[in-house]
C-alpha cells in the first residue's frame, strides 16, 4: 500500500512538473523575440551600403574633370547620370571664372581687303577660279557643305565613334587667346585638348596668366625661350595621342559647328587621307626663268589664286584642291609624321611653303 501511494505521489509530481514546464516553455516562445528577421534586415543594409559605396565611388571618378566621358562606353545609367550632371557642375565653374577673370585681354583683327576696282584683274581671277572649279567637278567631284555632311563618315559627334582632338594654338604678340578659347569651348563637337605654345615670346607670362585663369585641365600651356619658328607646333603635333591635330595661327577664331564639320569630312572615305583648312593657294604657272610670279602681279591671269579672295569677289561655297593651305590645317596625327619625311631648306621662310 505504502509503495503504490509513493508511486501515485511521484506520478502525480512529474504529471505537474511537465505541466509547469510546457506552460513555461510556450510563454518564453511568446516572449522571445524571433532571431532570423533582424539578422535578415542587417544583412541587406549591409549589402545596400556596400553596393552605394562601389557606386559612389564610379560616379565621382565619372564626374573627374580629368575623365573624357565621350570615351566611356554607355554600358550603365550611372555613365550617363554623370556625363548629365557633370554639365552642371563643372561647366558652370569654368564660364563663371572665365567672365570674372581679368587676365584676358582682347584686340579686333580687320580682316577687310582692299577691293580691287580693276575691271580686267576681276574678270581674270574669277575666270581661272571658275576653270579651276569646272575641271575639279568633272574629275574628282567638288561637294558643297550640305553634300559633304551627307556623306557617310566614320565620325559623328552623336557616337559610337567620336574622335579626339588636340588643338594647338600658336601665339607671339597678338592677343586673341581668349577669343580663340572661348570659341573652342564652345564647339558642338568638345576637343580633347589645347596646347598653347609660346616660343620666344615677350608675351609669354601674359599667355600663361591667361592659360591658368581658365582652370581647365584640358588646356595647356608650353613656352619656350627658344623660338621654334615655324616649325615647332608640328613639332609638337608629333606628340599627340588624338585621332586628329588641329593648328591654328593666332589670327583664326573657328565658328562653333568647325570641329564637327572638319571631322565629319576628314572621316569620309574621299578626304580620309587629306589635310583641310579655310584658306588655301593655288600656285601660279611657272615662268621661262623657272620662277613664279607675284600673287598680286598686275594683270596676269597665271599668277595663281588666294581663296577666298574679297578682294576680287572670290568666295568659296564648296570644297576645293588646293596646293597648300594657310593659317589652318586639319588633319589626322599619322599625317602629321609626313612633314617631316623631307627636311626643309630653311625655317625662316613662311610656314605656308614649307606644308604645300
Not at 572665365?98 to 574678270?123: G, H, P, W
Request: charged share 25%; hydrophobic share 35%.
Amino acid at each position: 500500500m505504502f509503495f503504490r501511494q509513493e508511486s501515485c505521489k511521484m506520478r502525480n509530481n512529474e504529471y505537474l512538473e511537465s505541466t509547469i514546464n510546457e506552460v513555461v516553455t510556450s510563454k518564453s516562445n511568446k516572449t522571445r523575440p524571433q532571431k532570423t528577421a533582424p539578422s535578415r534586415l542587417v544583412a541587406c543594409l549591409t549589402f545596400l551600403q556596400f553596393a552605394f559605396a562601389i557606386y559612389a565611388t564610379f560616379l565621382l571618378y565619372y564626374m573627374s574633370p580629368s575623365v573624357d566621358l565621350r570615351t566611356k562606353p554607355d554600358f550603365t545609367w550611372a555613365t550617363k547620370l554623370a556625363r548629365s550632371w557633370k554639365k552642371f557642375v563643372i561647366q558652370p565653374q569654368v564660364v563663371s571664372h572665365i567672365r570674372e577673370s581679368d587676365a584676358c585681354e582682347y584686340e579686333t583683327i580687320d580682316f577687310s581687303q582692299k577691293k580691287s576696282n580693276d575691271v580686267l584683274m576681276i574678270k581674270l581671277k574669277r575666270e581661272l577660279y571658275n576653270e579651276v572649279l569646272d575641271f575639279q567637278k568633272r574629275t574628282s567631284g567638288s561637294e558643297n557643305l550640305a553634300e559633304l555632311m551627307r556623306m557617310k563618315s566614320k565620325w559623328s559627334v552623336n557616337g559610337p565613334n567620336i574622335p579626339k582632338i588636340t588643338v594647338i594654338l600658336n601665339h607671339f604678340k597678338r592677343k586673341t587667346l581668349c577669343a580663340q578659347l572661348n570659341s573652342l569651348l564652345n564647339q558642338t563637337l568638345p576637343f580633347h585638348q589645347i596646347w598653347v605654345l609660346s616660343f620666344g615670346s615677350p608675351n609669354e607670362i601674359s599667355f600663361k596668366r591667361i592659360v591658368d585663369s581658365y582652370n581647365d585641365s584640358r588646356i595647356s600651356f608650353i613656352s619656350s625661350s627658344y623660338d621654334f619658328k615655324y616649325y615647332g607646333r608640328f613639332q609638337m603635333a608629333l606628340q599627340t595621342e588624338s585621332d586628329f591635330v588641329y593648328i591654328l595661327d593666332d589670327d583664326m577664331i573657328p565658328g562653333a559647328k568647325l570641329l564637327q564639320i572638319l571631322s565629319h569630312v576628314a572621316g569620309t572615305e574621299k578626304y580620309k587621307n587629306s589635310v583641310l583648312g579655310s584658306i588655301g593657294r593655288i600656285l601660279p604657272f611657272r615662268q621661262k626663268d623657272f620662277k613664279f610670279p607675284s600673287y598680286r602681279k598686275f594683270r596676269s591671269k597665271e599668277a595663281g589664286l588666294y581663296l577666298p579672295d574679297p578682294a576680287y569677289d572670290i568666295t568659296v561655297d564648296r570644297i576645293v584642291q588646293v596646293d597648300f593651305l594657310s593659317s589652318s590645317w586639319f588633319l589626322s596625327s599619322d599625317l602629321t609624321k609626313t612633314l617631316f619625311v623631307e627636311t626643309p631648306f630653311t625655317f625662316i621662310t613662311g610656314e605656308d611653303l614649307h606644308l604645300r
